[in-house]
């Protein structure tokens, strides 16, 4: 169960960090790069998740598999999941409310300059 927590944390939290990056200028090529290393990394959790919802003779198999030899593997992998992508959504917020922050910052600090040069 304690890896199926950290597989679905880890593999869902690093590739949604580094779609994070899309947001910075670059070229297309570094994106399609950053998006296609973003999906790899995050297989492990879609196939999981693939499994645990397919209804395909193939899907049940490995289902069945799952739970003789990987008890609550796939229940602690969603579970991971979650757990990451609120852990992504926190730590989203402060990058974005840093960017603010430093831009309403130098804002004010001009606002200042420009009161002191009037007095």
Do not use: Q
Not at 39 to 59: D, M, Q, R
Request: with cysteine.
């Amino acid at each position: 169960m304690l890896v199926g927590l950290i597989v679905g944390f880890c593999f869902t939290l690093v590739p949604l960090m580094m779609l994070l990056l899309l947001m910075y200028r670059s070229p297309v090529w570094v994106k399609v790069v950053i998006v296609v290393v973003a999906v790899f990394l995050a297989a492990p959790n879609l196939l999981t998740l693939w499994i645990e919802l397919g209804a395909s003779g193939a899907t049940h198999a490995a289902d069945r598999i799952l739970d003789t030899e990987a008890f609550s593997f796939g229940g602690a992998s969603i579970w991971g999941a979650v757990i990451g992508g609120i852990a992504f959504l926190f730590w989203a917020w402060l990058f974005v409310s840093r960017r603010f922050t430093k831009r309403r910052l130098a804002t004010l600090k001009s606002e200042a300059a420009e009161s002191s040069r009037a007095v």
